[in-house]
């Protein structure tokens, strides 16, 4: 089998991310050095002044402050998703440099949507042997293309599907990934992009909370901003979002 699943780790972030967005902001306010601005602000709490920037939309500074996510276990259609989130720096697995050839019993690793599992094992076991199937067109276009690395399996690779495993990284910076949260966290959202959105949302509540304490979909923060296309859940999403601001923000 090889079926695996989301998988992601916050791998490097801007230090003292706060103290930094603190700092850019009030630097564009004030006459005092870098050293005397660094000093005042490492020596207060800044949740006050970072909601207040946030709820006046004035979130240039927050770009100073970035994060950089691994993700695994996650789909090429996934992929397809996230890299339409330009402000963003992403290095990707190649399958052109990287083969996905047969191992004995084993398969290219795939995603296998939580819908087709619903209808029952017969439909997963259905799900599995396409799998099996595509991973034996491509080891054949991989032996007809001459078997010679690169120049075989970027063309192999044409046959294989959506639900093949990508892995990757990407680098945002903080006001981005609030835009992010904004769109992916949503209902909305597409099932497989949204699971990692809220999981990155979770890591980066964790180290800079005063942030993200409010990332998220639009309903968290006021009426659904999806108009006639709602999908008419706002009051679960809101009590969905405020467990996790409670559990990885600290919300009390």
Request: charged share 25%; net charge neutral.
């Amino acid at each position: 089998m090889s079926e695996v699943k989301l998988h992601v780790e916050l791998l490097s972030y801007t230090p003292n991310p706060e103290e930094v967005v603190a700092m850019a902001a009030k630097l564009c306010y004030s006459a005092a050095d870098i050293d005397t601005l660094k000093e005042g602000i490492a020596s207060r709490d800044q949740s006050s002044f970072i909601s207040k920037l946030i709820k006046m939309g004035h979130l240039s500074p927050i770009e100073h402050a970035s994060f950089t996510f691994g993700v695994e276990g996650v789909s090429r259609s996934l992929l397809a998703q996230i890299t339409r989130h330009r402000i963003a720096s992403f290095s990707v697995k190649s399958q052109r440099y990287v083969s996905e050839m047969s191992e004995g019993e084993r398969t290219f690793n795939y995603i296998i949507p939580e819908s087709i599992k619903a209808l029952g094992q017969p439909y997963v076991d259905k799900f599995r042997q396409q799998m099996t199937i595509i991973q034996s067109w491509y080891d054949e276009w991989v032996q007809l293309l001459g078997n010679k690395g690169e120049t075989s399996y970027q063309d192999a690779r044409f046959v294989l599907p959506n639900a093949a495993e990508t892995k990757f990284m990407v680098t945002m910076n903080a006001r981005e990934l609030l835009h992010f949260f904004g769109l992916r966290c949503c209902n909305r959202a597409q099932w497989e992009i949204r699971n990692l959105a809220k999981e990155m949302l979770k890591l980066v509540l964790r180290v800079a909370p005063n942030i993200f304490i409010n990332a998220g979909p639009g309903c968290v923060r006021g009426e659904c901003p999806e108009g006639v296309m709602t999908c008419g859940k706002a009051s679960e999403v809101r009590k969905e979002f405020e467990d996790i601001y409670r559990e990885y923000g600290g919300l009390k």
